[in-house]
């Protein structure tokens, strides 16, 4: 059994992730280094689809140095041998995962099966918390790189954090992995399969038609957190903006809008439950064509990553945020019923 450590960059997030780098190291059982390598993507998108903040302030190479190369269609039967009798292992790598089932699915390229271990979930195993980025993990560890955000660079540190935490246990790879679960996923028939909480969840292909998550029961409670939560000390980032979140999001991802609920009012923001009544539109597929709202100014519009961004998250993050405490409901069971809150308190974990 091999290791494959790899990483991907995306030029854009709207509508999936748009790959422009794959960067992996391949590995025997024992982590000896086979092959490795930063393979350079042309994303496929048009000159004002890239991701400014990512172009700018986190790729590692140009834009026409991208453009330049081959799509993902060219370089996909070399993807797909890399993962052939390995373990995938990678930081958020839920995240990658979802990327390379989006790009495949625009491509119409076929997916390919494999299993992988989530780096940041087995770093919460060792050191409860929320998960710390690879830079905090590595130099935890004594082993910091000089250069994040390269494909091939983040996945060698990804090598040299297993490498270290293995050393330390004095267990093989597959020991120590196997000693985490609940950091492991698997990846069969275009789907993601998780495992949380003892539980196995499932995530699939990110589209706009994505089964409406967001109605019955859901969108009450939905409703009903965004008007009760209110933290004691919101922080000033949002400053009291209402925000609406693109229903082509919202509607696929019920839980990770609770999150983001909470995660916006916790900075100073609320979410807008009217298409009429919002400061900000943050959209997710494509920019919608707004008019004035009802104070007569033109909304702002936010590309759904950027926003994240500004709040400290990426799509990554947004996805292992933990769903939140919603028990405080209770006390406004004449708006919602208490077989309703309690159905959605068993069943919370659903992604």
């Known amino acids: 059994m091999n290791y494959l450590f790899y990483d991907l960059e995306c030029a854009s997030f709207a509508g999936g992730g748009k790959i422009c780098e794959f960067g992996y190291v391949l590995t025997d059982g024992s982590f000896r280094l086979l092959e490795k390598a930063n393979l350079l993507i042309n994303p496929g998108i048009g000159p004002g689809e890239w991701d400014w903040y990512a172009l700018k302030k986190v790729l590692t190479h140009s834009r026409p140095e991208y453009e330049a190369q081959k799509k993902f269609p060219h370089y996909a039967d070399k993807i797909r041998a890399l993962f052939e009798g390995a ?37 919460v195993a060792l050191a409860p918390g929320e998960g710390r980025a690879l830079s905090k993990i590595a130099e935890a560890c004594g082993c910091p ?27 093989t790879p597959e020991a120590f992995f196997g000693r985490f679960p609940s950091a492991c996923g698997i990846v069969t028939d275009s789907r993601i399969f998780l495992v949380r909480g003892g539980r196995m969840l499932e995530r699939g292909v990110l589209t706009p038609e994505r089964h409406n998550e967001m109605r019955g029961a859901n969108k009450k409670i939905f409703r009903l957190f965004c008007s009760k939560y209110h933290p004691k000390k919101p922080a000033r980032i949002l400053k009291g903006k209402r925000i609406f979140l693109d229903p082509a999001y919202t509607q696929g991802h019920y839980r990770e809008s609770l999150a983001l609920a909470r995660r916006i009012a916790d900075f100073g923001g609320k979410i807008a439950m009217s298409a009429a009544h919002f400061d900000e539109y943050v959209f997710c597929f494509q920019p919608p064509e707004l008019s004035a709202n009802e104070e007569g100014n033109l909304p702002a519009m936010r590309e759904f990553s950027a926003f994240l961004r500004e709040i400290g998250l990426d799509q990554a993050d947004l996805s292992l945020l933990p769903a939140p405490d919603l028990s405080f409901l209770n006390r406004y069971a004449t708006i919602l019923s208490e077989e309703e809150i309690m159905s959605f308190l068993k069943n919370k974990k659903v992604i």
């Open 87 to 123: 373990v995938a292992v990678g930081h958020t790598i839920d995240g990658d995962a979802q990327y390379l089932l989006d790009e495949c699915a625009r491509y119409g390229v076929k997916a390919w099966d494999y299993r992988y271990v989530d780096i940041r979930a087995v770093d």
């Open 145 to 171: 790189a000089e250069v994040y955000h390269d494909a091939l660079a983040d996945a060698e540190t990804g090598l040299a954090v297993c490498s270290r935490w293995t050393a330390e246990s004095g267990e």
